[in-house]
């Protein structure tokens, strides 16, 4: 049914969430400020600095402020890159059978090549990608369907040969605007305010594992 598996990166492939969280907390030590706890930054870890950086300090992208303390924040990022960054469970048992069934898979995310691109060759997953598209491939990140449509054009498939795995609602809406099916990682970032059964998604899955069930034939 399927040719090829398309994933996000953070928080459904990755658990980058740890790492993104200390080096906001780095910056918020720097200015005198306790530690966020666990608890506040995973949820905003799929919504990159931006989300970050507004539970952090309050500020939003439109802020003049906000373009020094992004720099700030990447600075520490990258020095802490694969710190504590692992795939989650199961993941590279999921990628491995895909791979034994002779599917093709691969990444469309909005980090950036620079911090994807060492991320999944430090886990050993950038040769094993058919396909990695970054934040910054495009003119347009995600929600806007142009990475989608350069990684089936990367895999020379047809977005209905393809599957998008994903935790956020701009991965469904990507995915949509050209009609690949989508599901979503409840095992992701999602937080209070997420409400992933509105997102219009196909299925929704607890565990990478879980994904395998999608790929049997179905009457």
Known sequence: MYRTILFDLDGTLVDTAPDLAHALNVMRSRRGLPA????????????????????????????????????????????NLTAHSPMFPGVDAMLAHLEARGLQWGVVTNKPARYTEPLLDHLGLLTRATCVVS?????????????????????????????????????????????????????????????????????????????????????
């Open 135 to 219: 934040g910054d491939t495009c003119d347009q990140p995600k929600p806007h369907p142009a990475p989608m449509l350069h990684a089936c054009n990367l895999t020379a498939s047809t977005p209905a040969e393809c599957l998008y795995v994903g935790d956020a609602e701009r991965d469904v809406q990507a995915a949509a605007a050209i009609g690949i099916p989508t599901l979503v990682a409840l095992y992701g970032y999602l937080g209070e305010n997420d409400h992933p059964k509105e997102w219009g998604a196909h299925g929704f899955i607890e565990a990478p594992l879980a994904l395998l069930d999608w790929l049997q034939p179905r009457a």
């Open 36 to 79: 966020l706890a666990d608890h506040l930054t995973r949820p905003q870890a799929s919504h990159g600095t931006q989300g970050l950086l507004r539970i952090g300090f309050g500020v939003s992208h439109e802020q003049p402020e906000f373009a020094a303390l992004r720099d700030e924040f990447l600075d520490i990022y990258a020095a």
